[in-house]
């Protein structure tokens, strides 16, 4: 018996919920402000597909590391002016300004069928 369609909605709870560890900010400078981070997610459980933006606001004074890896972004922007990401870096780095940024990131991901799932 072919199990139910609704079992891909855990499949891809936990993967939206491991890409929200995963992009969590590393900050690489030392400070007593933190990047605060808001993310939207919405799931497409006909294509196994979660869709997300990222808002991440970073205090004056403070550089970022955003790890990638994984994501398939489809945008980028910093303080509202759409930027150009590197599809062979895994790595997004935004050097320290004198004041805070916003960055939105709008990426997708893909999860295969869970097994005996039906299509």
Not at 66 to 95: F, M, S, W, Y
Not at 109 to 116: D, I, Q
Request: some cysteine; glycine content about 6%; aromatic content about 4%.
């Amino acid at each position: 018996m072919p199990m139910p369609r609704f079992i891909h909605l855990p499949l891809l709870l936990w993967t939206g919920i491991m890409l929200i560890l995963c992009i969590a900010p590393v900050a690489v400078a030392a400070s007593d402000s933190v990047p605060r981070q808001d993310i939207t997610v919405a799931f497409d459980l006909d294509q196994n597909r979660l869709s997300a933006v990222s808002r991440i606001t970073i205090p004056a004074g403070r550089d970022l590391a955003l790890h990638l890896d994984g994501l398939k972004v489809t945008g980028i922007r910093i303080n509202g002016v759409l930027v150009q990401a590197d599809p062979e870096k895994a790595q997004l780095r935004i050097p320290a300004a004198d004041q805070d940024q916003e960055i939105e990131i709008n990426y997708t991901r893909e999860a295969a069928p869970a097994p005996g799932s039906v299509p």
